[in-house]
């Protein structure tokens, strides 16, 4: 797979370069406003409605129809230009149309930059299960141009955010202070540029040794297990939660934990803590919904059967997987987001 972190200019002579008949590119509402113009380029595009109800069986059959429509054969190559949703779900179409079809990531949301379009997981949800379907498919080329952060909203920022940080306190100390400085709404696409590729570095090392999630991948998870169980409770509320904004909730209790179970530096954690209630909204949660996140949680698929398995850090860089945890704990950990003040 290539890597490519071209300009602006460098992308259009990039996609100029490539043959133009049999190129299809997939996008969104928005990002066939905010980004297809961007591309200076006359493709064919297959647009989708924004948001997560498009990582659905309908829009996966009206994006095989348009393909069908189109005419696309073994040799055509699918462009996803879009956020996590657009990468997930054009990433499975192309591993599924005609038993697989190249495809390239040109992913506009920080969420994708840092995650969701390198990794190789498509897919997309089935009925309220989240990720239920999909393969392991990398694309050919995996290409970040910055420059389309310029019209994200600030919200969808911050929440792909989450997910960096996630990597630095896997990758250790010096990425995690590095981080613990960093306004995000206050960074111009060149600053990202080089606190992406570290994070992507980091990932694709990870993905490489373990394609297939058996063992070192799973430390990708950091914050998902209670992470997860939060995002799902909060989609059937009135106010829903973007994912990394859930994340970030999931990430300051597995701090918290790590503190009390695989004894992560007091200190530090407190300096996690604060910045993480600092960037990301922060959550008051009723008790009834706690319940609901405690016995979501330990229904995981990452669990082993009736018990709740976290990945957990001793310090930055130093992960414990499989860490079994119980109700009790999560309450405590969850209290103690809700009782902590910066
Ligand atoms: N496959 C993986 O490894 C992986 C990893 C993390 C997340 N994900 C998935 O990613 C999805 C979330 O991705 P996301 O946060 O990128 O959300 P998204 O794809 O829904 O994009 C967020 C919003 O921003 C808009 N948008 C995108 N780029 C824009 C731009 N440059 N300018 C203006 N608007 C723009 C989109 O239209 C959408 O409304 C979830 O479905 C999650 O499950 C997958």
């Not at 910055?146 to 989450?162: C, H, K, M, N, Q």
């Not at 997910?163 to 613990?180: D, M, R, Y």
């Not at 910045?275 to 009723?286: A, G, I, N, Q, R």
């Not at 330990?298 to 997987?321: C, H, Y």
């Amino acid at each position: 797979m290539d890597f490519i972190y071209p300009s602006r200019s460098e992308l259009q002579t990039h996609l100029h370069a490539l043959p133009s008949d049999r190129i299809i590119i997939l996008c969104d509402q928005n990002t066939q406003r905010a980004c297809y113009p961007k591309l200076n380029v006359s493709f064919p595009c297959i647009v989708v409605p924004p948001g997560e109800a498009s990582k659905s069986f309908d829009t996966l059959e009206y994006v095989i129809d348009q393909l069908t429509a189109l005419n696309a054969d073994r040799s055509t190559l699918l462009i996803n230009l879009g956020g996590g949703v657009i990468s997930d779900l054009g990433g499975f179409a192309a591993s599924i149309y005609l038993r697989g079809i190249r495809f390239i990531n040109i992913p506009t949301t920080l969420m994708g930059m840092v995650d969701a379009s390198l990794g190789g997981k498509t897919g997309i949800n089935f009925q309220i299960l989240k990720n239920y379907l999909g393969t392991f498919t990398h694309p050919n080329q995996f290409i970040v141009c910055p420059d389309f952060l310029d019209t994200l909203p600030e919200r969808e920022l911050v929440s792909g955010y989450a997910e960096l940080i996630k990597h630095a306190l896997l990758i250790g100390e010096q990425e995690l202070q590095s981080v613990l400085n960093i306004i995000p709404q206050a960074l111009t696409p060149t600053e990202w540029l080089p606190i992406i590729q570290r994070s992507n570095q980091f990932k694709w090392e990870v993905v490489q040794a373990d394609f297939r999630e058996s063992g070192l991948r799973k430390q990708l998870n950091l914050g998902h297990t209670i992470g997860h169980a939060i995002e799902s409770i909060m989609m059937s509320t009135s106010s829903p939660l973007l994912h990394g904004e859930a994340i970030a909730v999931g990430l300051w209790c597995a701090i918290h934990l790590s503190e009390r179970r695989t004894s992560f530096d007091t200190q530090l954690a407190q300096s996690v803590k604060t910045y993480l209630k600092d960037v990301f909204p922060v959550l008051s949660l009723e008790e009834k919904v706690l319940n609901q996140i405690v016995e979501l949680s330990l229904k995981d698929k990452k669990n082993d059967q009736d018990t709740r398995l976290m990945v957990l850090l001793s310090s930055p860089g130093e992960v414990v997987l499989d860490v079994p945890v119980s109700d009790d704990e999560v309450y405590s950990a969850l209290y103690a987001y809700l009782n902590h003040t910066t």
